[in-house]
T-cell receptor, first 112, second 117 residues
Framework: DQQVKQNSPSLSVQEGRISILNCDYT??????FLWYKKYPAEGPTFLISISSIKDKNEDGRFTVFLNKSAKHLSLHIVPSQPGDSAVYFC???????????FGQGTRLTINP | DAGVIQSPRHEVTEMGQEVTLRCKPISGHNSLFWYRQTMMRGLELLIYFNNNVPIDDSGMPEDRFSAKMPNASFSTLKIQPSEPRDSAVYFC???????????????FGSGTRLTVV
């Protein structure tokens, strides 16, 4: 049972344009969401997070949007840069839980 | 801070052999997590420890998998006997958590790429 789903295995975007990565979840107990970025041969690294009390969190070029009614979150990267090419994982945790549940990941490729 | 250290980086073994993956968490972190990355399922949580005690091992695929954390600075994930379907990248992560991940979630190691032939 995949509680966190990233339905797009890959995404290709032109440099300078906006990249939008999507994530859906099924567990209504999730109240904290994170995005991780992973380069080849490295472990995932934290990128940005959002609590369920917010619907938007921004950090430089990265913005995460949360739509609780739709159980959907998205990561916007603008403008996209070649260094953004990586695999992006969405993750969620439930109140009182220590563990993070991850999605399958989306491979983002930024084309020059 | 050297981060989370995993060894070996790569492991190639024959089916039926025992495999041991190792992890040294960040000093001061009180929780340790073992994840497996596959194309189909992404990052799956296998087991996690809090203060060296296993809390949730519901993600361990079968009895062939076992994990230990004898002290705060070391953990192992063992597969015996190994099978080709165990081939994946195994990540260890650590964090300091009270009741939930902090704002920055986990710190991951670089992973061990396991190939069982």
């Amino acid at each position: 049972d995949q509680q966190v789903k990233q339905n797009s295995p890959s995404l290709s975007v032109q440099e300078g344009r906006i990249s939008i990565l999507n994530c859906d979840y099924t567990n209504s107990m999730f109240d904290y969401f994170l995005w991780y970025k992973k380069y080849p041969a490295e472990g995932p690294t934290f990128l940005i997070s959002i609590s369920s009390i917010k619907d938007k969190n921004e950090d430089g070029r990265f913005t995460v949007f949360l739509n609780k009614s739709a159980k959907h979150l998205s990561l916007h990267i603008v403008p996209s840069q070649p260094g953004d090419s990586a695999v992006y994982f969405c993750a969620a945790s439930a109140r009182g839980a220590q563990k993070l549940v991850f999605g399958q990941g989306t491979r983002l490729t930024i084309n020059p | 801070d050297a981060g989370v250290i995993q060894s070996p980086r790569h492991e190639v073994t024959e089916m039926g052999q025992e495999v041991t993956l190792r992890c040294k968490p960040i000093s001061g972190h009180n929780s340790l997590f073992w994840y497996r990355q596959t194309m189909m399922r992404g990052l799956e949580l296998l087991i996690y420890f809090n203060n060296n005690v296993p809390i949730d091992d519901s993600g361990m695929p079968e009895d062939r998998f076992s994990a230990k954390m004898p002290n705060a600075s070391f953990s192992t994930l063992k597969i015996q006997p190994s099978e080709p379907r165990d081939s994946a990248v195994y990540f260890c992560a650590s964090s300091f958590v009270g009741t939930r991940p902090n704002n920055y979630g986990y710190t991951f190691g670089s992973g061990t790429r396991l190939t069982v032939v």
